[in-house]
């Protein structure tokens, strides 16, 4: 089942998402992850965070599958991620080009470190603590943000964010294009 996606100046978007309880698998939980994959196929994204569709839980689905095209180990990286915990960030940054179906018609390039450390639970709530590099670690953090309360454009600099000052204020009041569900 697809649910309406929130846009940018929602409250939503900027609380601090709360923690899950991490005992035994929430079926529910379960049930809500396999809606914002629904969701974020739907929108053709690549990640999707819990506060993006109204919720604000410790919870964000990334399938970046598709880019195993020109990165094979990403073959299978399709995954829910449950109260994740980024430990640690590399020194090292890059900038990638992002996009966020909570933004739609935005793209910038966002400097971010290029390898992070977290522990987190998958769907089975199987606790994993793993290190992420290149595009995986990119996508991550820029979901991790959302459940911080944090957006990509938050990250860009105060001149770029005064550029898109006009659009970022255009949400609130419905001037935008989205090609799917929004609220
Ligand atoms: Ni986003």
Not at 25 to 46: C, H, P, Q, R, S
Not at 60 to 86: C, G, Q
Not at 142 to 160: K, Q, S, W
Request: aromatic share 10%; charged share 30%.
């Amino acid at each position: 089942m697809t649910l309406p996606i929130v846009v940018y100046g929602s409250p939503i978007l900027r609380n601090r998402s709360e923690a899950l309880p991490a005992g035994e698998v929430d079926t529910e939980v379960v049930k809500l992850a396999g809606d914002m994959f629904d969701t974020m196929y739907a929108a053709e994204g690549v990640g999707l965070a819990a506060p993006q569709i109204g919720r604000n839980i410790r919870l964000f689905v990334i399938d970046i599958s598709p880019w195993a095209d020109d990165e094979p180990e990403l073959k299978d990286f399709k995954r829910t991620f449950i109260n994740p915990e980024i430990y640690w960030s590399s020194e090292e940054t890059d900038y990638y080009n992002e996009g966020c179906l909570s933004l739609p018609g935005i793209n910038e390039d966002v400097l971010r470190p290029v390898t992070i450390k977290m522990r987190y639970l998958d769907e089975r709530y199987t606790p994993h603590d793993e290190e992420f590099t290149g595009r995986a670690a990119r996508v991550i953090q820029h979901e991790y943000d959302h459940l911080e309360g944090a957006v990509f454009t938050d990250r860009l600099t105060p001149l770029r964010r005064s550029l898109l000052k006009r659009k970022l204020e255009g949400f609130a009041k419905g001037k935008y294009f989205a090609a799917y569900r929004t609220k």
